[in-house]
């Protein structure tokens, strides 16, 4: 199946922001790593840049979402979390550890437009808050994938919210602390500890 001109800006906007944050992620570059036309931005994202890291963002959200709820309702989840994990474990070395979570590269960065001018820092600050909202939604999203398996296993709804914040935050800073030591080491670490409070919860 042939992907259209549009996925792959989005696609490739998407593997920019993993591998070099938002600032990198420029209309050029994009152009450039996704190989399409240029004329194709005004097009495809009469918006400009915005508008494509919108759809990269919500693109890179639901790469996430998609096979970690596949994942947990069929393995349930502590089986279904480690196969997850397996994932990120493979994306690092396949990455040679350059690729992170575009998700959270939105959420730590500032926006900067590639047009610069006066008038642009008050538009600057108008789309970094939606692309934090945006980020927000999306890790909330992940947040209840995780809260329905827990409490499917059996998991109060309230520790399994404790629960579901703590793995999503485990993970995102263990791939960060992955692509910074360029070792699998640290996710190997945390996630067996992760393991356990998660098998200690399900044992109660």
Known sequence: MKISTRDRMIAGAADLLRRKGMTATS????VRHSNTPRG???HHFPGGKRQLLE??????GREVSEPLALLLSSKGPVEGLERFVD?????LEDTAFQAGCAVLAVAVEHYVSDQRGESESELERQVQRQLL???????TQWQAIIVRALTDAGVTPT????LALLTIAAIEGSVALCRAARSTAPLDVIWQEL?????QALAV
């Open 27 to 30: 209309m050029r570059e994009i």
């Open 40 to 42: 194709s931005i005004a």
């Open 55 to 60: 759809a990269a963002v919500d693109h890179a």
């Open 87 to 91: 994932s990120w474990r493979q994306a």
């Open 133 to 139: 909202d945006q980020a927000h939604g999306i890790f």
């Open 159 to 162: 520790r399994a919210h404790s």
């Open 195 to 199: 393991k356990q409070t998660l098998e």
